[in-house]
């Protein structure tokens, strides 16, 4: 652990609660940005050059359960996961930032993110481990210090201690304390995510990684934080106004635009398979025919579509194969 983060924690941590219990659980749900997070201004700290802005899951998203234990073990959908699995790693390297609870943890986490969805669950994954370590340890943090802590373990988790629409303010100070992600009041019953998975594959560079790599070496990154402060205010505008259309435009615009610093990187970053090509022109083409639907992309091949309730049957009959999600139920 980092002597950085360890103040870090310790600086929230300073007025906690400490009545533990005998276990603590959390639900988090996962989150889909519609203005992106993409590089970091600290890595220990995880702090990002820009403020992001998502919309969560609904009840897709994580349930985790912690105890404390005489050796490390960690469960992923009832299965047990082997210590040196990257799951567990990141789990137990998280949890190693809390000493002051304790050395080692029994930790089980159930995804009620379809598998075949092709969403990451980091987000969810330590929103809900923080959550539940607060549980445990009777800390009784608010929720603008759970995402600080959560931000440690991946920063999309940041959003993930909120649900609807949330903005993680990237925060200017070095001591990360005024990074952290706040709700958005508003409810958009009839906004729709479809998810279409379009490849298995994993990963070739994770996030942390493709960021640092992208900072470092893509002309174009320049553009980019002035791109993701311009695409957050028309969205926040966009969702107070209940204005679909350039909500899906500024999401849209802002996804394709990260991709394309990642792509000017080196070596370059290309997530995007043929598959994604062929849909993403498939959403131009619907467009173009009068359908309202627009898309965004993370880190990886699969696409995620946004539309409204009224268009649903249609867009479903496009794309077959689409998992809706509703996020406000
Ligand atoms: O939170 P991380 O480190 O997994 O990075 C998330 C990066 C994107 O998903 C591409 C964008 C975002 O804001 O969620």
């Given amino acids: 652990m980092d002597d950085i983060q360890s103040l870090f924690v310790k600086n929230i941590l300073r007025d906690a609660g400490s009545t533990l219990k005998d276990s603590g659980s959390a639900f988090a749900a996962s989150n889909i940005a519609l203005s992106k997070y993409w590089g970091k201004r600290d890595a220990a700290l995880n702090l990002p050059v820009n403020s992001s802005l998502s919309v969560s899951l609904g009840d897709l998203g994580t349930r985790t359960e912690i105890r404390l234990a005489d050796a490390d073990s960690v469960q ?13 790693v990141r789990t137990l390297e998280f949890l190693k930032l809390f000493p002051m609870v304790g050395t080692h943890f029994d930790v089980r986490t159930e995804n009620t993110i379809p598998t075949a969805a092709g969403l990451a669950s980091s987000a969810s994954g330590f929103a809900a481990l923080v959550m539940a370590l607060d549980d445990l340890a009777g800390w009784g943090l608010d929720k603008k210090k759970l995402s600080m802590l959560a931000r440690l373990g991946s920063g999309s988790a940041s959003r993930s201690v909120y649900n609807g629409f949330v903005q993680w303010n990237a925060g200017t100070s070095a001591d990360g304390l005024d990074s952290y992600a706040e709700p958005l009041s508003s409810d958009w ?121 009224e268009n649903e049957r249609a867009v479903v009959d496009v794309f077959q194969g689409l998992e809706v999600v509703k996020p406000f139920g």
Avoid at 76 to 88: I, S, Y
Avoid at 233 to 258: C, Q, S, V, W, Y
């Fill in 76 to 88: 992923l959908n009832g299965t047990p996961v082997e210590l040196t699995d990257g799951f567990a």
């Fill in 189 to 309: 019953k009839d906004f729709r995510i479809g998810i279409l998975e379009l490849s298995k594959a994993r990963k070739p560079v994770g996030s942390r990684d493709g960021m640092n790599r992208t900072v470092e070496t893509s002309e174009l990154y320049k553009s980019w934080p002035a791109q993701a402060n311009r695409d957050i205010e028309i969205i926040r505008a966009a969702i107070e106004a209940r204005d679909f259309p350039t909500l899906g435009k500024a999401a849209e615009h802002n996804a394709l635009a990260m991709h394309a610093t990642m792509m000017s990187a080196w070596p370059p970053l290309i997530y995007l398979q043929p598959e994604s090509m062929v849909m993403i022109h498939k959403v131009q083409f619907a467009r173009a025919d009068g359908l309202e639907v627009y898309l965004t992309i993370d880190a990886g091949p699969n696409i995620k579509l946004l539309f409204l309730e």
